[in-house]
């Protein structure tokens, strides 16, 4: 969860897709508790962790997978505020991918200064 600004905070499930497969996402107005729902284009069993706001339109979003046949895997996917607002389905751009090839732990959080 991340705030776009100083109204509406940006939260993304962990869990909760839609028939088509994407992630759901909330932009809420915290004046009025309205939501506005946001979907995010969700790929192979990878599911988001956390949200980080790099700057006034940037945000890291966080995703991380685990099967036994592949091990541990962690993506990062930059994501913009126009995207955000435009009520399209969000892609997003993926920034790197981590995977079991490397030594990797339970990547739950991201941080940035």
Request: no cysteine; net charge negative.
């Amino acid at each position: 969860m991340e705030n776009l600004n100083t109204n509406q905070i940006f939260a993304v499930s962990e869990f909760t897709r839609d028939d088509q497969g994407h992630t759901l996402a909330l932009i809420i107005d915290t004046k009025n508790g309205k939501t506005l729902p946001r979907y995010i284009t969700s790929f192979l069993s990878f599911y988001p962790t956390d949200l980080t706001k790099l700057d006034n339109n940037n945000f890291l979003l966080l995703e991380r997978d685990y099967t036994p046949l592949f091990g541990g895997q962690a993506r990062l996917r930059r994501i913009t505020l126009p995207e955000i607002m435009s009520g399209n389905v969000i892609e997003g751009e993926e920034m790197t991918r981590i995977s079991s090839a490397f030594d990797i732990d339970n990547l739950e959080g991201i941080a940035s200064l």
